[in-house]
């Protein structure tokens, strides 16, 4: 990776994933492409090339490529799962006519693509337990169907044209940085704000619900470290199962009440959210991603528990 372009840099994972990849490649090597109406601010946007790189506009995508010259595209560009279902015909624009733009330019420049995929790429049909690499993939949602479809499309440009495609399936992400917005997971980021506010958390999800979640360190890890994997290896190319930790409210709020003793709790259960998230794995079986590239995680529930915290007591305070 020498020019890398990063397509929503400002959203939950690419403004950190920005920051990650110009400490490890370059401030001058990494551009942060954003749409209108989403630019970057501060650091962000000082530290580096910015450009507006808008996925439903090839032309734009083809001039920014063109430009910096760029090798890498990390293409993060997506309406999280609940917003979706709110704008399915708008998520399917982004999401599938979107990479279908990225994909070309990609094929006709030479570039690497990333284009995340997610545990939200299951269904009601898929094994919960250990869910396999290689499984039943019938989701009902607009975006697990556009997370599926990213999937086949990108193995597609790999297989028809070369094009160099990775990813993985997401977990939930938890970060005290950049908000999530939309996301069924999005109650397990919420929660160490309303702890740290010292406010009562109303949770959304029902009790014993047991999704895979991942602190973004781990996340920023996986993206980079599938990137850079060796592809004589690989045997599987987009849709790595990649886990860390699974839990249900109960366990995340336990583990957030030895540090916050005063720290409550109610349950009011949103039937979409909890409906989507009953779909999904209780736990996935990563051990392809550990075979084929070495994936291992650094944070439990503990370790992110205690770093969440001390962040969000730094950055609310
Ligand atoms: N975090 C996503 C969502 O909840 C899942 O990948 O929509």
New binding site residues.
């Given amino acids: 990776m020498k020019n890398i372009l990063v397509i929503g840099s400002t959203g939950q994972i690419g403004s950190e994933l920005t920051r990650r990849l110009r400490e490890i490649y370059g401030n001058t090597h990494v551009v942060a492409g954003y749409i209108p109406g989403a630019e970057p601010k501060g650091e962000l946007l000082e530290a580096g090339p910015a450009a507006v790189a808008d996925v439903t506009d090839a032309q734009c995508l083809s001039d920014v490529v063109t430009k910096y010259e760029i090798d890498t595209i990390y293409n993060l560009a997506a309406l ?3 917003v979706a279902e709110s704008r399915p015909r708008l998520a399917w624009k982004i999401g599938i006519d979107g990479l279908w733009n990225v994909l070309e330019v990609a094929r006709e420049h030479n570039c690497a693509v990333f284009t995340p995929s ?3 790429s299951f269904g009601a049909d898929t094994p919960h337990q250990m869910t396999p690499q290689d499984t039943i993939q019938r989701p009902r949602t607009i ?1 697990g169907i556009s997370k599926v479809t990213t999937e086949l499309l990108s193995d597609y440009y790999h297989l028809k044209y070369g094009v160099d495609t990775r990813s993985v399936r ?4 938890i970060s005290y940085l950049t908000l ?1 917005g ?5 109650y397990a980021v919420d929660i160490y704000y309303s702890a740290v506010r010292g406010e009562k958390f109303i949770c959304p999800i029902g009790q014993g619900t047991l999704m895979d979640m991942m602190y973004m360190p781990d996340a920023l890890k996986a993206a980079i470290q599938i990137m850079e994997a060796d592809g004589n290896r690989l045997v599987h190319h987009n849709g790595f199962n990649v886990a860390s930790m699974s839990f249900a409210p109960e366990t995340i709020f336990e583990a957030i009440k030895r540090h916050k003793p005063d720290f409550e709790m109610e349950y009011q259960v949103d039937p979409l959210r909890q409906s989507i998230a009953e779909s999904w794995p209780d736990k996935m079986d990563d051990t392809c991603a550990r075979t084929e590239w070495d994936w291992k995680p650094d944070f439990d529930l503990e370790a992110m528990t205690v770093d969440m915290l001390a962040h969000l007591e730094q950055k609310i305070k």
């Fill in positions: 999280l799962s609940v997610s545990i939200g975006y997401f977990p939930g992400i999530p939309g996301g069924t997971t999005d």
